[in-house]
């Protein structure tokens, strides 16, 4: 009997009808259109994110610049996909580090120790020099950097670093690192270019900021003068021919205005003061003082003004020579009143001295020249 053979049939391949091709490739160039467009959509999303971090840090913190740069550097960092980053200050000759985000701790240990770093050696350097965008895809090919702290501690490969101008001023300088070879892309470089024109706009405010507080507070200081001013000439109008009380409005004025803790008006007696005027001392001070004229000692703030007609300034009353070796007029300011920084300012008639007022405080902080 012969074995039986079967015929196989041979499978015809099947034809995609052309529409139906045509209609699977656009199927996957949508797809790819889609993917694009979600990516796209999800990048600018994180940009806004990231910017309405930057500004709320701004509006919650005015005037403060460290938060900011924290803050704007982390999403630089994020946003770039990059390792680390740097931000820095450049005053005309000198840039200091302001901002570092997850840098290696080994690098920010040594940055700590030097905050100053050589334009020279430095990717802010380059920046400094090129005053515009400096990019390395592979950092370890550069001569100049080969073998910097960056390389060698920071493990630093792809690097950008972008300048902060002002105008055609540069203040400064933001800088992200990759530990691996991934040229950043341009649109990555876009992205930082932009935070640093942030970061610039930030320390514009904040001078700006200062610059308005500072006119604000001179302004207050100047009409509290005024008033000052104006009060005592009040009281000169309603006391004709009486001088305790002028004297008494002036001191206490005086006193507040200029932060101090208590005050004492002499009028020159001869060889010694008379205290016809005290303000807010303590009560055994008051006593001492009306009680004896007051005879200092050529070192202390009131005998420089009768040796010299000109202001003295002590900025600390337990330094000086005679009280050390315990002047009675020096002991009774000190263990009485608690004197420590004290300004006498000369009561002079022509080139005469007539008197002083002197004003102390009961702790060490030296009086501005303002308040002098």
């Known amino acids: 009997m012969k074995p039986q053979h079967h015929k196989t049939k041979k499978l015809k391949r099947r034809k995609v009808p052309v529409a139906a091709r045509s209609r699977i490739s656009n199927d996957a160039s949508l797809d790819k259109k889609i993917a694009l467009l979600t990516r796209e959509r999800d990048e600018a999303l994180e940009q806004q994110t990231a910017t309405s971090e930057v500004l709320q840090v701004i509006s919650k913190s005015p005037g403060e610049l460290q938060p900011v740069f924290d803050t704007m550097l982390k999403n630089a960092v994020h946003l770039c996909e990059a390792r680390f980053g740097i931000l820095s200050l450049f005053d005309g000759s000198i840039m200091r580090h302001a901002a570092n985000y997850n840098v290696p701790t080994a690098f920010e240990e040594l940055r700590r120790r030097e905050p100053v770093v050589p334009l020279d050696r430095s990717v802010a350097g380059r920046v400094v020099e090129a005053k515009g965008v400096v990019r390395f895809d592979d950092i370890t090919t550069e001569e100049r950097h080969v073998r910097s702290a960056l390389v060698k501690v920071a493990g630093a490969r792809s690097v950008v670093g972008v300048p902060m101008l002002k105008e055609d001023e540069l203040v400064g300088t933001i800088v992200i690192y990759r530990t691996e070879v991934r040229p950043f892309s341009d ?186």
Request: some cysteine; hydrophobic content about 40%; aromatic content about 4%.
């Open 187 to 372: 649109k990555q470089v876009k992205l930082l270019t932009d935070f640093a024109a942030q970061a610039v706009i930030a320390i514009e405010n904040t001078r700006l900021l200062s610059e308005l507080r500072q006119r604000t507070d001179d302004l207050s200081e100047a009409l509290e003068q005024q008033t000052a001013t104006s009060e005592v000439l009040k009281v000169i109008s309603s006391s004709p021919g009486e001088l305790e009380p002028v004297f008494q409005a002036m001191l206490e004025n005086a006193t507040r205005i200029c932060g101090a803790k208590f005050g004492t008006l002499y009028l020159r007696d001869a060889d010694a003061f008379r205290a016809v005027a005290i303000h807010n001392a303590p009560a055994a001070y008051v006593d001492a003082r009306k009680r004896d004229p007051a005879r200092p000692p050529p070192d202390s703030a009131l005998g420089q003004v009768a040796n010299t007609h000109q202001v003295a300034h002590i900025a600390d009353i337990t330094a000086v020579k005679s009280y050390i070796e315990r002047n009675p007029h020096l002991v009774t300011a000190v263990e009485l009143g608690g004197y420590r920084t004290i300004v006498a300012v000369p009561m002079l008639k022509d080139d005469e001295l007539i008197g002083a007022i002197t004003i102390c405080r009961q702790e060490v902080q030296p009086f501005t020249d303002k308040q002098v």
